[in-house]
């Protein structure tokens, strides 16, 4: 079955530049979506489609994926982006979730 | 307002059985498939499986296939989760999530999602 990896832990300060990274065979030949969620809340859907963000997604959140690996930004970090982050990909109808990736704002 | 509305915690022990229900609103139920993820303690997101509620046809991950059954009831906008024999490794958070886009396909993300309902199982 198709698996996605993400590394347990980034840790970023505040302004600067977050990378989240998910990797996997081949996935850049299929879409990515990434969610955040924080404790005790449900996830949020902040990139569909690679790069896409739906409306409310500030735009200091973006995506992209080539090769094997799709990648989040978040630039200029808000402590407020502290959080779990989850790539999501969809393989001959089965849905695949990386393990998360916890995102410290130091 | 579009919205999943899950039912409440439960509390079981091993070998009983659970039915839980994701409560669709806002939108026409039957337009888009429904999935079903689990969280483990401390873990990430798994999908478990989804369900068309239109002609109920299902596709369960390997993971859980045979462990769990998705059903749906379109008259009332409602899907469910069920277990016929709870083990002490099923506790954990259930989620029921919308995809943004109809029909299923290579770019399925989840745009709406429930609050979640938190399943302990306990001798």
């Known amino acids: ?14 302004g600067q530049t977050a990378s ?16 955040q969620q924080k404790p005790g809340q449900s996830p949020i859907l ?3 489609e690679d790069k896409k963000r739906p409306s409310g997604i500030p735009e200091r959140f973006s995506g992209s994926n080539s090769g094997n690996t799709a990648t989040l930004t978040i630039s200029g970090t808000q402590a407020m982006d502290e959080a779990d982050y989850s790539c999501q990909a969809w393989d001959n109808s089965f849905v695949v979730f990386g393990g998360g990736t916890k995102l410290t704002v130091l | 307002e579009v919205q999943l509305v899950q039912s409440g915690a ?10 839980i229900s994701c409560q669709a609103s806002g939108y026409s139920f039957t337009n888009y498939w429904i999935s079903w993820v689990r969280q483990m303690p401390g873990k990430g997101l798994e999908w478990m499986g989804a369900i ?21 009831d379109k008259s009332i906008s409602t899907a469910y989760l069920q277990w016929s024999s709870l083990k002490a490794s099923d506790t954990a958070i259930y989620y029921c999530a919308r995809p943004l886009v109809s ?12 609050q979640g309902t938190v399943v302990t199982i306990s001798s």
């Open chain 1, 1 to 14: 079955s198709y698996e996605v990896t993400q590394p347990p832990s980034v840790s970023v300060s505040p």
């Open chain 1, 20 to 35: 989240i990274t998910c990797s996997g065979d081949r996935l850049g030949d299929k879409y990515t979506s990434w969610y």
């Open chain 1, 46 to 48: 902040i990139i569909y």
């Open chain 2, 10 to 19: 439960e509390v079981k022990k091993p070998g009983e059985s659970l039915k």
């Open chain 2, 52 to 72: 068309d509620p239109s002609d109920s046809y299902d596709r369960y991950s390997p993971s859980f296939e045979g462990h769990v059954t998705i059903s749906a």
């Open chain 2, 103 to 114: 029909p299923r396909g290579p770019s399925e993300a989840f745009h709406i999602w429930g």
